[in-house]
């Protein structure tokens, strides 16, 4: 009998398998792997997986947030170590030092954001997050342990470390925001991704809960001085301790968010699209929906994937492809509205938050230089925005976003946001201090009940998986170049024809033409799609309908 040539041989191995094991079929087809992994991604209960996804994810926007409002009242503190004395006024930073150490960190995340995105799509989501807070980490640290020197001055030391620091913080923006997208269940993507932005408000609250308590803490050391420009030797040396202590606590939180960066994997998505390497991905789907079996059942045996060779899922990331994807206007439409309704929102929302001072400074004008009462109010003012209205706003958006839309919270948000500045740039700012605090709270209120939130959630959800952490990454940045117009066009624009330190006569005005870009940011918000209750393939064009689950095996499986 003539032997069996190799080809025959090994359809008759494959037959005899395929008998053997009835799942064998299934585990050599890529595509029906990945289908079936997405869709339990997408179909899988709410869990204690996905609430650790929402920490881990949420601890870097916390610190993000944290460093970049930190210096806001940080900055007040510095102004009386390091300018007492100074033509800007006794204990205060002269005006273009200041802008640049606030513009420093908005340039280092201008250029973190598309940097780390892009890496993101190349080389992981889970690792380019690790790099990120470690960036953090080691700048946080050469910030709060400077010190000025004949060869190089206190304001180079402080806009070096910024710019640096921006960086890492810039890259979370992209990444929380993919990691969170492609761990997240259908039902309760937005939520999820809601949930990962209002941890940054709660930065926000811890920056200015720990200037309090540094405040109150060197109490009797602040007000051993009669004023601001008598804050010498126990005073001066109180005030640098309390810089220090506000900036520098911020590494703890990204110290933690790196250590349990351990305790997730790489996301499924990245790993079947980008690496294609199915048997990890499916091993990394198994990881994530672990915590979802019941303690004590049986889970039956575990059938892996078969790869052989690297399978098709679609074009592979490149410049041209980029390009190509892009350039028809289906695809483009979508990344010009994400972009540009980041922008118009960035000029007027850093332009009002990096600047708290000024606001709460014209909406309280008591007259005081006593050290302590300055920065007192400046911490106490600035919780008053955050409790009243950023942490509201994000607790609304997360109860929300799921059933109204991200679109029409979109929508709705800028549309009120118009009016609302069109309200204060017509008041009089010496007519009533307790209507104008609280049309500030209603406007912080609409910003997180509105594009604050949704810039940042549909980014994550309509780009295809190959570019998601990419043009997330363009977007915010084109964000942040809105943030750095505010802050070196409009802000100086709030001092014209000041007779006065700390006199805004021009504050109204700016009102009124952050009310027009928020009514520009109406209309751009046109362009992005309603992503709710739809898949990410869906939404990026893969598919024509949501995928569905081929197979009915229990979640256990998948253990």
Known sequence: ??????????????????????????????????????????EAPFSWAHIHTVIIAGLGLFTSA??????????????????????????NAPFGIEAAIKVATLSGTLIGQPLFGWLADRIGRRRMYGYGLMVII??????????????????????FWR???????????????????????????????????????????AAAI???????????????????????????????????????????????????????????????????????????VRAYLRKQTQTGTREPVYTPPIQIGI????????????????????????????????????????????????????????NTN?????????????????????????????????????KSIQLLGFLILSALFAVIGFTDLNANDSGLLILFVLIQFCFNFGPNATTFIVPGECFPTRYRATAHGISAAVGKIGALIAQCVFVPLVYRGAKTPGDA?????????????????????????ETKRQGLEVLCGEVDSPPQTQYEIPLQEMA
């Open 1 to 42: 009998m003539a032997p069996l040539n190799p080809h025959r041989q090994a359809v008759l191995a494959t037959r005899e398998r395929a008998a053997m094991d009835p799942d064998f079929h299934f585990r050599r087809n890529p595509h029906e792997r990945r289908c079936r992994a997405l869709a339990r991604l997408d």
């Open 66 to 91: 944290y460093e970049i409002f930190a210096i806001n009242l940080a900055v007040t503190m510095l102004g009386i170590v390091y300018w007492q004395g100074e033509d800007s006024g006794p204990g």
């Open 138 to 159: 080691f700048t946080t640290l050469g910030l709060v342990v400077s010190s000025s020197s004949p060869s190089f001055t206190m304001t180079g030391l402080l806009i």
């Open 163 to 205: 710019v640096a620091m921006g960086v890492g913080i810039g890259g979370n923006y992209p990444l929380t925001a993919a990691i969170s997208s492609e761990f997240a269940t259908i039902k309760w993507r937005g939520a999820m991704m809601a949930a990962v932005l209002a941890i940054q408000g709660l930065g926000q609250f």
């Open 210 to 284: 720990v200037a309090l308590v540094v405040t109150v803490s060197f109490k009797q050391s602040l007000e051993s001085a009669k004023d601001i420009p008598h804050c010498t030797d126990a005073c001066q040396i109180a005030v640098d301790k309390m810089w220090r202590f506000t900036i520098g606590l911020g590494a703890i939180p990204a110290c933690v968010a790196l250590f349990y960066r351990l305790t997730i994997p790489e996301t499924p998505r990245f790993t079947f699209d980008i690496t294609r390497d199915i048997v990890k991905a499916d091993k990394d």
């Open 311 to 366: 399978p098709d899922f679609g074009p592979k990331a490149s410049w041209s492809d980029f390009y190509s994807h892009y350039s028809q206007w289906k695809h483009g439409k979508v990344l010009l509205g994400t972009t540009a309704s980041w922008l118009f929102l960035g000029i007027a929302f850093y332009g009002l938050d990096v600047n708290n001072s000024i606001v709460l400074g014209a909406i309280n004008r008591t």
């Open 370 to 406: 006593n050290v302590y009462e300055t920065l007192y109010r400046d911490a106490v003012g600035s919780l008053i925005l955050i409790c009243g209205g950023v942490i509201p706003g994000y607790l609304v958006t997360i109860a929300t976003v799921d059933k109204i839309g991200r």
């Open 505 to 529: 006569p021009w504050l109204n005005h700016v009102m009124l033409i952050f009310s027009g870009f928020m009514f520009c940011g109406l209309a751009t918000s046109f362009f992005i799609p």
